[in-house]
């Protein structure tokens, strides 16, 4: 860390004694208003920080944050063999500029930054970063009050990728707007499937009507198409360079095959390492930054926490927990800024899938959620605080779905 | 109330692309409050290749982003001849956001882009300098078109659009807008109200939000000759209302209190 100006030096400890403040004062967990205040003393900062890591940015609209701690224990792993290799990761689901910094700072000398990035901020932080390797999974409506359009995301994307004919991207193929978007660039194409295509009617290219079939696109106006690609998920498992790598995660729920087959992919094509090494390192994580953590209701039943931020997110979520036949399950939603001030995607998810599961409508918004079970004629309970929620739904396996700001008060709470 | 020899058919309009803010409630709530009042009712999905059928009772057209709205417009104008046959032969239209632009003249988009509407109504909308985000409160017009029941209560919803839109002098609003921006044109109204059509910017979507107005449109096509619908307590969704109409006017007095105290310094 030789190489750090003293403006940076002074710039990274106001910012860890601001986060630091943060935490002693309850406010929050610290890195972005660390970040924040390392931003604002050193403007150069992110690319002075990156000088002596080799960074990869993983990106996506959904499964950013969980892809991101996959790529950096697979990472980890295989480092432990070959010393020297140190793997940094902002493993908090803190995305922005502001939470990228103070990850960096926290490196103790070259390696490996596997950094999550929001998927607007993307584009802003790959030169900067110097960044040698994107993961890019899905792009899907997301709080559309404050980030907009999901065909500007992509074409922003895409913009970076024509910039950078040589980067490598590591993208997935069944995904519209992500192939138009990583298309110019050096592009390792993993088939994961696409359930989620309410927001890929239309192609990225020309705008005409996409044409779906049962696990590929096509454009029938331009050709633009879904790649070919040598690797792909199925039931049994992750299809890498021909051999078949099963997933045993413990991490629940269809979507973290998804998230592990496109880490697995990254580590073994980008960083040679074994795709069952990786495989059997990611096997084992059992929580990412909350997602998934289990909070005791004080009768004996834990509760498990999903966190879904958008449409996409929860219908994957209610398909989860709808498969368990006798699953309990609280849908705690809040409409703050972090969560989207508009929940009218409450009505573009199937919570028909939850008849005759016990449920609870929860959160500030429960209301607007209570009005769509009724609509989707699923009995409930109506009940501000989703742990209180839980123990009332009669059932030994309660889940509580959480839109983010409802999410990261349970995560703060339980933690 | 005459008796419908068939199911009452609710039509939802290019749900792939006229779908963007949950538009797809307004079809579910129409369907479930006929059947839970024991009238047969089915939703109808117009997908985007093929033609609207000029034989639904409720035309449904939502929101929807950019291209898709293109895509959308080029369907509506190939179909135009149905929609307004529908439309005088007694079916109702709900035209929400893009779908609302799209009813119109014309409307030109902010990239320069300039469709042709159907022009079932006497509207135009031009780009305007920002996008109006927010929750919004439309107090509707007191007009004839309601029918028996008379103009819903207050309606509450979320609006999310670029589009300023300016109505012909014969057009009334579907109300006036006491919190938000609703056409943003200067009139100071939301959407547009007909004989058995409903425009507005409103999301929420705006029929689970407001029962009263998916009320009225069921009414105008299954009571068409002036009779009322069975009651159907609501006490959820007027609990929602009551909250939102609360969050809204909280929301209103603040920004009057920081334009008073910036006017005077």
């Known amino acids: 860390m030789s190489r750090r ?23 929050g967990q610290g890195a972005t208003i660390s970040g924040r205040v390392m931003n604002l003393i050193s403007p150069d900062l992110l690319a002075e920080l990156a000088a002596d890591q080799q960074v990869v940015l993983v990106s996506a609209t959904n499964g950013k944050t969980t892809t991101t701690r996959l790529l950096a224990a697979a990472l980890e792993a295989a480092g432990s063999e070959e010393a020297g290799r140190l793997v940094v990761s902002n493993s908090t689901g803190a995305n922005l500029t502001s939470g990228i910094a103070p990850t960096l700072a926290s490196a103790s000398g070259p390696g490996t930054a596997v950094l999550e990035v929001d998927e607007r901020v993307l584009p802003r932080v790959v030169d900067p970063l110097g960044a040698e390797l994107l993961v890019l999974g899905n792009l899907s409506r997301d709080q559309l009050d404050r980030y907009g359009e999901v065909h500007a995301v992509g074409d922003k994307w895409r913009a970076v990728a024509e910039a950078h004919p040589d980067l490598a ?7 519209p707007h992500v192939v138009w978007a990583a298309g110019p660039a050096r592009v390792t194409w993993v088939a994961l499937g696409l359930r989620w295509r309410q927001d890929a009617a239309t192609c990225p290219s020309c705008g005409a009507l996409l044409d779906w079939s049962a696990d590929r696109f096509d454009c029938r106006a331009c050709g633009f198409a879904q790649p070919d690609a040598v690797h792909r998920l199925t039931d049994d498992g992750l299809i890498v360079d021909g051999r078949t790598v ?3 995660l413990a991490l629940p729920g269809e979507w973290n095959r998804y998230n592990a087959a496109l880490a697995i992919v990254a580590a073994s094509t980008h960083f040679g390492i074994p795709p069952e090494v990786a495989a059997a390192a ?4 059992r929580s990412v930054a909350g997602r998934f953590m289990r909070i005791p209701l004080g009768d004996g039943r834990d509760a498990t926490v999903i966190l879904a931020k958008n449409p996409a997110g929860w219908t994957e979520a209610l398909r989860h927990v709808a498969d368990h036949a006798d699953a309990g399950v609280v849908i705690a939603v809040n409409a703050h800024i972090a969560d989207g001030k508009d929940p009218s995607w409450l009505w573009d998810v199937p919570y028909e899938w939850l008849a005759g599961h016990p449920s609870a409508a929860a959160g ?30 009669a059932s030994d396996d309660v889940n509580i779905i959480a839109s983010y700001t409802q999410f990261s008060a349970l995560y703060r709470k339980h933690r | 109330m005459s008796a419908r020899a068939s199911a009452v058919r609710i039509g939802l309009v290019y749900p792939e692309l006229l779908g963007t803010y949950g538009d797809r409630g307004n079809a579910i709530v129409l369907v479930e409050r006929c059947r839970w009042r024991g009238i047969p009712a089915e939703l109808v999905e117009v997908r985007a290749d093929e033609p609207i059928p000029d034989s639904l009772d ?6 929807g982003e950019d291209d898709p709205q293109l895509m959308a417009a080029d369907g509506m104008l190939a179909s135009r001849e149905a929609i307004v046959r529908a439309h005088a032969g007694g079916a109702a239209v709900l035209a929400v956001c893009a779908g609302f632009q799209l009813v119109g003249h014309r409307y030109e988009a902010a990239d320069g882009a300039v469709l042709e509407g159907i022009g079932l109504i006497d509207m135009i909308t031009r780009p305007g300098p920002d996008r109006l985000i927010g929750e919004v409160v439309v107090e509707p017009s007191a007009s004839a078109y309601w029918g028996a029941s008379g103009p819903p209560p207050r309606l509450t919803g979320f609006e999310n659009h670029g589009g300023r839109t300016t109505l012909g002098s014969d057009v009334e609003p579907l109300g006036r807008v006491i919190a938000g921006g609703g056409n943003g044109d200067g009139a100071g109204g939301d959407g547009a109200l007909a004989e058995r059509f409903v425009g507005t910017y409103l999301h929420g979507p705006v029929l689970p939000r407001n029962p009263e ?3 009225r449109l069921l009414e ?15 006490p959820l969704e007027e609990s929602l209302r009551a909250e939102r109409l609360r969050v809204a006017s909280a929301g209103r007095l603040r920004s009057w209190y920081q334009a008073r105290r910036l006017a005077r310094g």
């Open chain 1, 169 to 175: 991207i590591v993208a997935n193929a069944s995904d």
């Open chain 2, 58 to 63: 409720v035309y449904l057209f939502g929101g």
């Open chain 1, 364 to 393: 500030e918004r429960r209301l607007d959620v209570a009005v769509r079970l009724r609509y989707a004629e699923v009995e409930h309970v109506v009940e501000p605080d989703p742990i209180v929620a839980a123990r009332a739904l």
């Open chain 1, 5 to 27: 100006t003293v403006r940076t030096r002074l710039a990274v400890g106001a910012g860890r004694a601001a986060g630091l403040a943060s935490r002693l004062t309850g406010r």
């Open chain 2, 220 to 234: 105008w096509v299954v009571a068409p000759t002036g009779g009322r619908l069975p009651e159907l307590p609501s």
């Open chain 1, 246 to 248: 099963a997933l045993d």
């Open chain 2, 213 to 215: 107005l998916a009320d």
């Open chain 1, 282 to 285: 990611m096997a084992a994580v």
